[in-house]
């Protein structure tokens, strides 16, 4: 019988009535007629059929659950299945930690009106400003596998006056045109849609990518309007103006990660494929997107980054400029070294190398001028190995802003077209950018230097040329020196998108010229953000040939004044979002000739009237 030492009386009662009910054999307790019945004793009833022991127990209470909340954005749907159920109501597993909802708030309880920015906003599938799985905020695959879907539609209005050389007496847009150089004026439009697929594994909030996979379709668009003739192509029959569309697979790679250097997350990658790529920090020696191999990584703390990248690079269409399938015979190894904080905190060193292997070629570009080699002196094709040692910098020391470059191009040239014989290539270029920013101002003062050849009629080449430039320099984009292609005599005394004058046939197609003049530039600029969305950017540039041996033999003119001129320029960037999704790009700039452009394109009447260029981009992003 169970003891009753520490319960009161009414609990030892019940505890002995129940004992005595299930006790085997047991009979009434024994009642002491003297004894009173305890006040408040419930005897079980003896009527009730006790329960069987093989029933099962009543069924206990469900787990307590909290509301299942959407997440935020638009998620998609998830892959992962659990694997964990519930067991107590203190918590419940939720594998996909991506997915984890948010309650809904009202901020300023106006049922979030559109514009207005609210925390915990959901989005939708077109969404791109809110969480989208489209744009990489959610997995696709798992925990760890994202997807981000970009599409661009970039478009450039552009009008220009260029000096444009007339065709024979007989074949000229206007009847009785004796001007050598006819009118300058060009219309150029265009239309540019890309889609970029990109799949990688990974978190690159802190670490690397394990893998990745890109795929870049581009369908292009382009029109160009001019006003003499032979200029859309050398048959006078095709008219004035011309239309293209072309289709290309401008990015395609894979990558994946080697190895990891250390608890940092330092690392070392490759990635094959058609990649961009920009050598240095403003892209004076090679900027482009092509296919190749790169082995890139950091080291220390990402305080250092490295790239070793060879391009076997495929030819260009001509009028939009994008890659095609067709091999272009030139192999590029470029390596570089980044040190963060060197000397100076904020100041970041590189050191390069880069090796150009042009083999001899003979191309006919899509308009049907020859770009291969060079249309000019003997144009047999040749072929260029050219080393280029490099220097450089960016960064700020204290107060002020600097970027600099220095490099230096050895090699040979097997034939050079202009010089007729073999050239050993010896040539320097040097940039420096100076800044100082004041508040809402940045003031800026650039100079560029560029070796000339003073003397085309031996074995020296010593004109410095890139492999393929687009610099961010002395006003980049907005400089009418740097934007516009200048044409002289079947090439372009500048490119379009670059600053050398080599003397080159084409930048995209045609091979790097050692022969030519060299440039002396002077920049003063300053840019202005006048609101959060708008910034103004205004340059002065002063231009000078180094040398004017080559032209004078090029143009068989003697006494070719050094001067360029005065390019004056000025654009706006707009950002109508605060972001990048949405950019207004425009520009205006003139050429003032000096005594040198005169004398290379002068009139019958000795004039050469300054040069105006405007262009409008606008381009959206998904």
Not at 264 to 285: A, E, H, M, T
Not at 395 to 414: E, K, M, P, Q, T
Request: net charge negative; glycine share 8%; with cysteine.
């Amino acid at each position: 019988m169970p003891e009753c030492k520490t319960t009161g009386f009414g609990a030892c009662a019940v505890l002995m009535s129940l004992w005595l009910a299930v006790s085997p054999g047991s009979a009434q307790p024994p009642t002491d007629s003297a004894a009173p019945e305890a006040p408040g004793l419930l005897r079980p009833p003896t009527d009730v059929p006790l329960p069987a022991a093989d029933t099962p127990p009543a069924p206990a209470e469900p787990f307590l659950r909290t509301p299942i909340l959407p997440p935020l954005g638009f998620s998609g749907r998830s892959s992962i299945v659990p694997r964990e159920v519930q067991e107590s109501s203190d918590s419940f597993p939720q594998e996909d930690r991506w997915r984890i909802g948010f309650p809904a708030w009202d901020r300023y309880g106006r049922g979030h009106p559109f514009g207005e920015d609210y925390p915990y906003q959901q989005g939708n599938w077109w969404d791109p400003y809110n969480q989208n799985v489209l744009k990489g905020d959610y997995p696709l695959i798992g925990q760890h596998t994202f997807f981000r879907l970009t599409a661009i539609s970039d478009t450039i209005l552009e009008a220009r006056e260029t000096p444009i050389g007339t065709t024979p007496f007989e074949s000229t847009a206007r009847p009785f045109e004796e001007e050598f150089f006819g009118r300058p004026n060009q219309r150029n439009v265009v239309q540019n849609f890309v889609l970029n697929f990109d799949l990688f594994h990974g978190d690159t909030s802190f670490k690397p990518v394990d893998w990745r996979i890109v795929l870049s379709p581009v369908f292009n668009v382009n029109y160009l309007d001019v006003d003499e003739l032979a200029v859309v192509n050398p048959d006078v029959r095709k008219g004035l103006n011309r239309g293209r569309t072309f289709t290309a697979l401008q990015e395609y790679f894979i990558e994946t990660k080697l190895l990891d250097l250390g608890p940092d997350y330092d690392f070392v990658s490759l990635r094959v494929g058609s990649q961009p790529f920009v050598s240095d920090f403003r892209g004076f020696i090679f900027a482009d997107v092509n296919r190749g191999v790169r082995l890139f990584g950091t080291r220390l703390s990402n305080r250092d980054q490295f790239n070793l990248i060879y391009l076997y690079q495929a030819e260009k269409d001509t009028n939009s400029e994008l890659n095609t399938f067709d091999d272009r015979h030139q192999e590029i190894v470029i390596l570089n070294y980044y040190r963060q904080d060197f000397i100076w905190p904020g100041y970041t060193a590189q050191a390069s190398l880069h090796y150009n292997h042009d083999k001899p070629s003979f191309k006919f570009d899509r308009n049907n001028f020859l770009v291969r080699p060079d249309p000019v002196g003997v144009f047999q094709p040749h072929e260029l190995n050219v080393f280029y040692l490099g220097w450089a910098g960016d960064g700020h020391i204290n107060r002020f802003n600097v970027n600099h470059a220095f490099y230096w191009a050895l090699g040979r040239d097997s034939q050079n077209p202009i010089a007729n014989c073999p050239q050993d290539i010896n040539a320097q270029m040097a940039a420096l950018e100076l800044s100082y920013d004041r508040d809402w101002a940045r003031f800026r003062a650039s100079f560029l230097w560029a070796s000339g050849d003073d003397n085309p009629n031996n074995s020296h080449a010593t004109g410095f040329d890139s492999i393929l430039q687009n610099p961010n320099f002395a006003g980049g984009q907005f400089s009418f020196w740097q934007r516009q292609a200048i044409r002289l005599f079947g090439v372009n005394l500048v490119n379009r998108e670059s600053l050398l004058p080599d003397l080159r046939s084409s930048k995209i197609q045609g091979q790097s010229n050692f022969v030519n003049p060299g440039l002396f530039l002077f920049n003063l600029g300053a840019d202005f953000d006048l609101t959060p969305k708008l910034r103004m950017i205004n340059n002065v540039n002063f231009l000078w040939f180094e040398e004017t041996q080559v032209l004078e033999t090029f143009v068989f003119q003697s006494d070719i004044n050094q001067s360029i001129g005065t390019d004056i320029s000025t654009g706006f960037e707009y950002r109508p979002f605060l972001n990048n999704n949405a950019i207004l790009l425009f520009g205006a700039s003139v050429l003032i000739p000096g005594g040198g452009f005169r004398d290379l394109y002068r009139q019958l009447d000795d004039g050469v009237p300054a040069l105006a260029a405007g262009f409008l981009r606008m381009t959206f992003t998904y």
